[in-house]
Structures are given as C-alpha cells and as structure tokens.
C-alpha cells in the first residue's frame, strides 16, 4: 500500500517539476524543486500515518505558490501540458479537507483557468466535466464562506436576487469567481435550455461585483458584463450599447493590461456590430501590447496574443467583413 502511495505521489512530484523520466535526479537541483520534492514526501509521509489536517496546513502555501506559478508562465505549452497533474493533487486535498473554503476557491480557480485556456469548444464532453467541478467548487467555497449563498443559489431568480443586498466587500472574490465559474458551466451546456436559464442570475452576480468593487481583477467583470449583453439577441436582453460601455470601462480599470478584454470586446461587440476599424484595432492592440508586465497576467496575456493572432487570420481568411 506504501508503495503505491509513493509511486503515485513520485508520478505527482516530477509532473509538478516538469520531468519526464520518473527518476530522482543524481544532480543538484533548483531550491525551488528541492523544496516542493521535499514537501510531497513529507505529504506521503503523514499521509500514510492519517494527519490529515497536518497535511492541509502544510498544502495551503504550495497550492498558492503553484496557482501563481501556474499565471506567470511563459511557456504556453509546458503550462497545458503540467496543469493537470496540479488539479488531481488539489482534488486530493479537497477530499482531505472537503470544508476548506480556501482550498475550494482555488479548485475552482485552477479549473476554470484551465478549461478556458486549453479545453474550450476544442473537447465538448471534457469542457463540461471541467466545468462542472469548476463551478461545485465554487459554489461550495462560497456556501462555506456566507451560508445565504447556500440558500440562494437554487432560487429562482426573482428571489435570488433578494439575497444580493447581503453580500458585501468581504465577499468580492467569492462572487466573481462563482459567477466565472456559473458563465463556464452554461458556456459549457449551450444546448440545454435549463443551462441558458441561469444567465440572469450569472449576470445578477456580476453587477452585485462592480457595486462593491468594480476594479476587482482588472475591472473583469465590466468585461464580463459585455460578453453577456452581447451573446443574447436585443429580444431576449441582448444591449450592445451597454456593452460597449462594460468594455471601454475594463478597460480604463485594467489600464490596458489585461488583454482578453479587448479580445471579448473585438469578438462580442465589434464583430457583432461590422465595426472593422475597431475589430483590427483591437485586436492589433493585442499584439502590440508587452505580455510580461504583469506578473500574474504572463500566461493569459500569451494566450490572448495567440488568439488575437488566429482571431485576425480567421477575419481575413472568412471576409467577415
């Protein structure tokens, strides 16, 4: 049984430190890999004797530290290709700790980041499943953290919103990344009717997020904001206007640093509306813009480059305009 125990977590170890060969190193390696080998044998260790909460304690700065490894990497491949590996390990210390409202958040976190930036409409039935564990750990974290969320979230809406009022600036984080993670799962479900149906509440969600704090994560739920004014036809709530607004205000709060604003802006508004000028202009913008300013933004400004990139071929190839 020990054994196993330590094949899987040697697999989990050199999956973390990006080796291929399942071998321990003759040589010296960095601090930093030293530091994280040290901690999963010790992880085995107190595993094996059932310190469970030891465990947890000692798991708390390691998740952070790889979550924000995980945003500031350069190389694009090395960060898909390592990802999952990191999410079975927190998926591990959740069943440990199944109450840990900090450890779910960052669940949900990792997922969605991860199922955004490399699964998407590429793999329907894998974008669901990652989307689904994205949002229950969402919901679970922010239950544990304010338990009127607990009894608000399956409400219809018009009582759902009742409950927004009490929500306040403590509870920011936990609203922004339940209604990120809720806008996955439908994105995730398109083609279920009871899916679609929750988009009121999604965007209920993220207005509450800009009363409180509007610049929280680079102004990203202004951004937000405007996919969702935009995916809808004027019939059924669709404002392009308004949502044109949402983004030139995300904008202004992000400073221009976070760039997958001008890439939703360029497919949701100006593409929506035959605004070329603004569309190249946008998405140029992308491309002209440093990605490594911001520690935090490395890896999602690379991918919103890529995609600025293939957003532009794509324009030109189809004569969308």
């Not at 085995?44 to 945003?71: K, Q």
């Not at 009127?148 to 936990?174: C, I, M, Q, R, W």
């Not at 993220?206 to 009363?211: A, G, K, L, N, S």
Request: glycine content about 6%; proline content about 4%.
């Amino acid at each position: 049984m020990y054994f196993f125990q330590f094949h899987v977590l040697k697999k989990i170890i050199f999956g973390l430190l990006g080796r291929k060969k399942l071998r321990i190193p003759a040589v010296v390696v960095s601090k930093s890999r030293c530091i994280l080998y040290g901690f999963v044998l010790f992880l085995m260790t107190v595993s094996a004797t059932g310190c469970g909460r030891v465990i947890i304690y000692s798991a708390r700065p390691l998740v952070d530290d790889i979550n924000r490894s995980f945003m500031q990497q350069q190389d694009v491949d090395l960060a898909e290709q390592g990802t999952p590996t990191f999410l079975l390990l927190l998926d591990g210390l959740i069943v440990h700790s199944p109450k840990d409202k900090k450890l779910l958040l960052s669940g949900a976190k990792a997922y969605s980041s991860y199922r955004a930036a490399f699964v998407g409409d590429k793999y329907p039935e894998r974008n669901k499943i990652l989307a689904e564990k994205a949002r229950e750990y969402a919901f679970r974290a922010f239950s544990l953290h304010n338990r009127k969320f607990a009894k608000a979230k399956d409400k219809p809406h018009s009582e759902f919103v009742t409950y927004l009022p009490s929500f306040g600036e403590k509870d920011v984080p936990y609203l922004f990344y339940v209604a990120t993670c809720w806008a996955g799962w439908i994105q995730a479900n398109s083609e279920s009717w009871d899916a679609i149906a929750d988009l009121p509440k999604v965007q209920s969600l993220f207005e509450r997020t800009i009363e409180l704090d509007e610049s929280f994560y680079y102004g990203a739920s202004h951004t937000f904001m405007g996919v969702l004014l935009t995916i809808r036809p004027p019939s059924l709530g669709g404002r392009p206007e308004e949502a044109r607004k949402h983004f030139e205000r995300a904008l202004e709060l992000g400073q221009g640093r976070f760039l997958p604003t001008y890439i939703m802006y360029a497919k949701h508004y100006a593409k929506l509306v035959y605004k070329e000028k603004l569309f190249y202009d946008l998405l140029e913008n992308v491309l002209d813009s440093p990605v490594d300013e911001v520690s935090e933004l490395i890896l999602i400004n690379r991918l919103a480059r890529r995609e600025a990139r293939d957003l532009i071929d794509d324009a030109r190839k189809e004569e969308y305009f």
